[in-house]
């Protein structure tokens, strides 16, 4: 866990709002969540959905991680794609979708 002097300090350097992710903890979750599937009698794909939060570093972690990518606009379909995602691992979920984003999801 991050001490609380140390937000403090990155609070006033930073301003607020400011989102700070304490990469072991992201990991531990993850590893959580692989050991509560690992005994699944079928194969269990996690998705990262870019909605919670689509800062690229966290996004590239993902993809060290071996997680798909869920998406919901042809933003970040092009995000995605662009920060290493391959288009077979990228799940198009929204329930509106323009046509623009659809040809985008087909490509």
Do not use: H
Not at 24 to 38: G, Q, W
Not at 62 to 72: F, P, Q
Not at 90 to 102: Q, R
């Amino acid at each position: 866990m991050l001490d609380r002097n140390f937000l403090l300090s990155l609070s006033r350097k930073f301003g607020t709002p400011l989102y700070v992710i304490d990469e072991d903890v992201l990991l531990d979750r993850v590893r959580y969540i692989n050991k509560c599937f690992s005994t699944f009698p079928t194969q269990v794909m996690v998705a990262y959905p870019f909605k919670v939060n689509p800062l690229p570093k966290i996004i590239q972690l993902m993809i060290e991680l071996d997680r798909w990518a869920e998406v919901a606009s042809g933003m970040e379909i092009r995000l995605a794609t662009q920060l290493g995602f391959k288009p077979q691992r990228i799940i198009f979920t929204a329930p509106y979708k323009t046509k623009e984003d659809l040809e985008l999801a087909m490509e």
